[in-house]
């Protein structure tokens, strides 16, 4: 274990396990007649990322050897997302997650640091008349808790990423190592991924 803390120094691994604040609270499936006042937990609610739409989004236990080599695609970044006002994620317009499009899972997501200041941003936009998000490359509306559903997928990817780095290295390394030491702990470590989850605390 220390030699794989050691590693998550090097490629800057997760440290902190990833929370959702909205985790324990009852799910609303439709975004509709949204208060302009709203409560902590009201927004928790509204945020709140329906169950069976968690699907698209890893387990938090799932090892990361299966997270780097296994797991379907996810989607990328949009970093072009950046430059564009926040509040144009934002509408006014009431959804219905009746209508609420499957494909849009496939589409690139925010940049976590865009994804942030959603979230701080939420409750304000909701007081100034927000019903709904839009994702500008995007023909739709959608319910609020798609900022969660960013958020969640947004930090598997960041963490597939950081994680792919130090597999592919001690992929390569244990191959052409020719100290023995350092051979036995990437082994070590190899195996220890095979098992750990992705969002463990290291």
Known sequence: MAALHSLRLIYQLPMFSHSN???D???????INIPSVISAEQKDRLLKLPPHYTYFTPLLSLPVSVLVDSTPTLPDFYPALTELDIHKFFSSIECDTSNFA???????IPPLCLLSQLLDTFKQAVHDGAKS???PHFPSNFPCWVITYWYDVGHAVASKQAWSLAHNWLAH???HSPDIKLAAAIDEISCTLQTLGWDTAL
């Open 25 to 31: 609270v009852p799910t609303i499936l439709q975004d």
């Open 21 to 23: 604040p909205a985790s």
């Open 102 to 108: 499957s494909s849009f899972f496939q589409h690139s």
């Open 173 to 175: 390394h244990g191959l």
């Open 133 to 135: 998000m839009c994702d």
